[in-house]
């Protein structure tokens, strides 16, 4: 386990968080430190509960809705058998009944083509019912994803993946914009660590590893509107240690199991977990076969001993996906209803 050698440790691991770090408290024992970030036991960030709350506000909300004539619709598309895709669309359909909503699932076969897809897509973009449309990926590789997801109404585009919504989040319209839902709920994990350590996130330093559409570029956009200087760091970034090191705010999201170290990260940041990986557990399950268990980006049990917060997984970011999900197709509604 990685811990910070004793004698730096004593004096003020169980200090008051608030307090400032001692000078030679680094991650890699020479970076300079932001006086605002602070030390002590790191914070689990419980995303379970956060996401619970944020479902029993979105439930409430669409009940006043529903009181005014219009019940919150999503319809989700999935093309093919895949099972994981098979297991999200179901959770996503679960959660939009569970918040009282109108919801549809459209079940396509594996085969269809480009042109029945985007069909599918314009229909439900007719459709009054519909407030909000989610075509899962990956799709078929004989589709053109970008073109399938380009055809649905920014209005409508509950996952936030089409160019407006890309675009009026990088202009910073955050308010007219379908925001992707990933992100979004990093951003409600990353309010509720900064208020349970007495930190403000304006001015912080934050790095987020990871350069997708779907996480790491809006991610980066969101911590640029809450005036955090930005790093995206990515596979070619040179000395990545050095730079996470130096980040107030952590936000892996690059898809490799608990490639983000723990000695990595300085004492008292914030650490934001998007990754969801599977990787081989000990010993074998009931039905004979190897165990397995999910991991994030980052080295959780050594992170944790240095981040001021961090977020587990599972339990962490990936319960606020669907629940944000719930979230744009409620304010999909609510603009459609003005
Ligand atoms: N596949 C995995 N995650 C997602 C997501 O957030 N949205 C869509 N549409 N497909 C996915």
Known sequence: MERPAPSVQ?????????????????????HERSPTVAQGEAHLIDGKAVSARVLEEVAAAARDLVARGVRPGLAVVLVGEDPASQVYVGAKGRAAESCGFHSVQHTLDAATSQSDLTALVEKLNADPAI???????????????????ETISPAKDVDGFHPVNAGLLAIGETGRALVPCTPAGSMILLHEAAKALGLKLSGMDAVVVGRSNIVGKPMAQLLLAESCTVTIAHSRTRDLPAVVGRADIVVAAVGRPEMIEGAWIKPGA????VGINRVPGEGLGKNGKPKTRLVGDVAFEAARQRAGAITPVPGGVGPMTIAMLMKNTLTAAQRMAR
């Open 10 to 30: 004593q004096p003020w691991r169980r200090a008051s968080r608030l307090r400032k770090q001692p000078p030679n408290a680094g991650a890699a024992g020479s």
């Open 270 to 273: 914030i650490v934001i977990d």
């Open 131 to 149: 407030h909000g449309i989610l075509v899962q990926l990956p799709l078929p590789a004989h589709i053109d994803s970008s073109l399938v997801l």
